[in-house]
T-cell receptor, first 114, second 111 residues
Framework: DSGVTQTPKHLITATGQRVTLRCSPR?????VYWYQQSLDQGLQFLIQ???????AKGNILERFSAQQFPDLHSELNLSSLELGDSALYFC?????????????FGPGTRLTVL | GESVGLHLPTLSVQEGDNSIINCAYS??????FIWYKQESGKGPQFIID?????DKRQGQRVTVLLNKTVKHLSLQIAATQPGDSAVYFC??????????FGAGTRLAVHP
């Protein structure tokens, strides 16, 4: 158990809909990262938040957005869903120290768009 | 759980043998590399890391080798066990601590 929690574990929805994925980082971790894992694209970085502020962006679609709240949990919002958005979405957290440290991954949310 | 990356390259080894998983990275300026293990239905799990000022780092039953000249990483697992069966990813620091993952290799350990 990494200490990172994600809900829900599975999500099935229809094209055009909007969903929210939730992540709670490890206690004390200030950084939250979101990754998408699909069969054809592998694991891809989407976005990073640090203590409530956006720090880095990857190949995140404009239909997707995220935020980190004062209690440090984070939500990833996916809207106007398409079939190709079906994937595993992982959240990872990292401590607040400087430098590059290990990221701890949550168990993921499996999104299926029908 | 379901498998991710059904078309990943697969390395098949006998239990007790040593395994070597290779990875090529893209950015010669990357200064930090990590190996992750992903079991079916779970998130990636940290195995070992190495900074670019090192060529080799050893952990428990695992060794990572870094060859910066050819931008190549390898993960060696000694005395491979059935519990080592998983997909293994290398990752490099893509700046701002975001990780850039390789495509992954599936390790299958046979008794």
């Amino acid at each position: 158990d990494s200490g990172v929690t994600q809900t829900p574990k599975h999500l099935i929805t229809a094209t055009g809909q909007r969903v929210t994925l939730r992540c709670s980082p490890r206690s004390g971790d200030l950084s939250v990262y979101w990754y998408q894992q699909s069969l054809d694209q592998g694991l891809q970085f989407l976005i990073q938040y640090y203590n409530g502020e956006e720090r880095a962006k990857g190949n995140i679609l404009e239909r997707f957005s995220a935020q980190q709240f004062p209690d440090l949990h984070s939500e990833l919002n996916l809207s106007s869903l398409e079939l190709g958005d079906s994937a595993l979405y992982f959240c990872a957290s990292r401590g607040g120290g400087g430098g590059v440290d290990e990221q701890f991954f949550g168990p993921g949310t499996r999104l299926t768009v029908l | 759980g379901e498998s991710v990356g059904l078309h990943l390259p697969t390395l098949s080894v006998q239990e007790g043998d040593n395994s070597i998983i290779n990875c090529a990275y893209s950015n010669s300026a990357s200064d930090y590399f990590i190996w992750y293990k992903q079991e079916s239905g779970k998130g990636p799990q940290f195995i070992i890391d190495i900074r670019s000022n090192m060529d080799k780092r050893q952990g428990q039953r695992v060794t990572v080798l870094l060859n910066k000249t050819v931008k190549h990483l390898s993960l060696q697992i000694a005395a491979t066990q059935p519990g080592d069966s998983a997909v293994y990813f290398c990752a490099e620091n893509g700046g701002y601590n975001k990780l850039i993952f390789g495509a992954g290799t599936r390790l299958a350990v046979h008794p």
